[in-house]
Nanobody, 130 residues
Framework: QLQLVESGGGLVQPGGSLRLSCEAS????????VGWFRQAPGKEREGISC????????NYADSMKGRFTISRDHSKNTVDLQMKSLEPEDTGIYYC???????????????????????WGQGTQVTVFS
């Protein structure tokens, strides 16, 4: 059964950085859009960023531009989210998700909208504390 597993979460002080990874079991992520999302305590889940299949085109939610960078590591079959200048407001559970529609051409795009994604990981906790 296809599963996504997030890793890399943890405790970090304000201004710090973390790199999250999303890995799929027995499944190659290369030709599929993958998104990163987060859910802060008491708030709804929101989109951060996504990367399209094949072409690797990226898209970011407006409020997430500048401090977050999404990328693929083809050798590890992961989609990573580099986060910098973290703030206490970034605390939450971070999820990756997969859009099962195959994207073969390099011109495909993606959006970090929850409804576009079919398979979700269990999440990894990120806590920014001072």
């Amino acid at each position: 059964q296809l599963q996504l597993v997030e890793s890399g979460g943890g405790l970090v002080q304000p201004g710090g950085s973390l790199r999250l990874s999303c890995e799929a079991s027995d499944f190659t992520l290369n030709h599929y859009a993958v998104g990163w999302f987060r859910q802060a305590p008491g708030k709804e889940r929101e989109g951060i960023s996504c990367i399209s299949g094949s072409g690797g085109n990226t898209n970011y939610a407006d409020s997430m531009k500048g401090r977050f960078t999404i990328s693929r590591d083809h050798s590890k079959n992961t989609v990573d989210l580099q986060m910098k200048s973290l703030e206490p407001e970034d605390t939450g559970i971070y999820y990756c998700a997969l859009n099962l529609k195959v994207q073969i051409t390099t011109m495909t795009t993606c959006t970090p909208d929850l409804d576009d994604y079919d398979i979700w990981g269990q999440g990894t906790q990120v806590t920014v504390f001072s």
